[in-house]
C-alpha cells in the first residue's frame, strides 16, 4: 500500500528564512509525485509534478526536487504570501487515476 | 472560466438526514473527481468519473455514499443517512485527458450534528 508521509507538520519561518518540506514515500512502480499549495478555506492548487529521480522544478521562490525515496521542496526567501498547507501526492502504476495524498506542512511565514 | 464550483459552501444538518452536495467542473474537462478531507486522514478519493461515466468508487467508504454525473456539466454526492463521522470538506475537482493537473473547487463544509 501507497504511504506518503509529509514533514514537518508545521513550520514556521521568518520572511527571508529559507528552508525546505520534505515528502518521504513508500510505492510500488512510481508514476509521478505531485505538490499542491492549499490556502485555508479553498482547494488544493497544482504546483508541480515530478516523475524520475534527479528531476527538478522550479516556479518563482519554489524549487522541487525528487529521489527515489523522498521528495523536497526548497522555499527560497519566503514571504508571508507563502503561508499555505503545501500538499504532497503520489501516484503508481497500479493506482489508475487516483492520487494518494499526504497529510501536509503547513507554512506559516511571518514578517 | 469561472474555475470548478462547489455548491453549497457549507451544510449543517441532523443525523439521519440526506445530504446532496453538487459539483459544477470546468467546460470541457472529461475527469471529474469526489474528494473528503479530514484533519485525521488528509485527502481521500471517494469516486471519480471519466466522461460521466464511474471508473473507480472503491473509496466511497460505505453504501449511505453515493455519486452521480448525469451529464458533462454537473456531478452529485449523496449522502443518506448522514452520520456524524460524515463530517468534513468535501472537494469536487475536474481534469483535461491524463493531464495530472487537478482543478479543485473550493469545497463543502459539511458539519453533521
Known amino acids: 500500500e501507497d504511504q506518503v508521509t509529509q514533514s514537518p507538520e508545521a513550520l514556521r519561518l521568518q520572511e527571508g528564512e529559507s528552508s525546505s518540506l520534505n515528502c518521504s514515500y513508500t510505492?510500488?512502480?512510481?508514476?509521478?509525485l505531485f505538490w499542491y499549495r492549499q490556502d485555508p478555506g479553498k482547494g488544493p492548487e497544482f504546483l508541480f509534478t515530478?516523475?524520475?529521480a534527479g528531476e527538478e522544478k522550479e516556479k518563482e521562490r519554489l524549487k522541487a526536487t525528487l529521489t527515489k525515496k523522498e521528495s523536497f521542496l526548497h522555499i527560497t526567501a519566503p514571504k508571508p504570501e507563502d503561508s499555505a498547507t503545501y500538499l504532497c501526492a503520489v501516484k503508481n502504476s497500479n493506482s489508475g487515476y487516483a492520487l494518494n495524498f499526504g497529510k501536509g506542512t503547513s507554512l506559516l511565514v511571518t514578517p | 472560466d469561472a474555475g470548478v464550483i462547489q455548491s453549497p459552501r457549507h451544510e449543517v444538518t441532523e443525523m439521519g438526514q440526506e445530504v446532496t452536495l453538487r459539483c459544477k467542473p470546468i467546460s470541457g474537462h472529461d475527469y471529474l473527481f469526489w474528494y473528503r478531507q479530514t484533519m485525521m486522514r488528509g485527502l481521500e478519493l471517494l469516486i471519480y468519473f471519466n466522461n460521466n461515466v464511474p471508473i473507480d468508487d472503491s473509496g466511497m467508504p460505505e453504501d449511505r455514499f453515493s455519486a452521480k454525473m448525469p451529464n458533462a456539466s454537473f456531478s452529485t454526492l449523496k449522502i443518506q443517512p448522514s452520520e456524524p463521522r460524515d463530517s468534513a470538506v468535501y472537494f469536487c475537482a475536474s481534469s483535461w485527458g491524463l493531464n495530472e493537473k487537478l482543478f479543485f473547487g473550493s469545497g463543502t463544509q459539511l458539519s453533521v450534528l
Open positions: 515530478l516523475y524520475s
Open positions: 510505492v510500488s512502480g512510481l508514476r509521478g
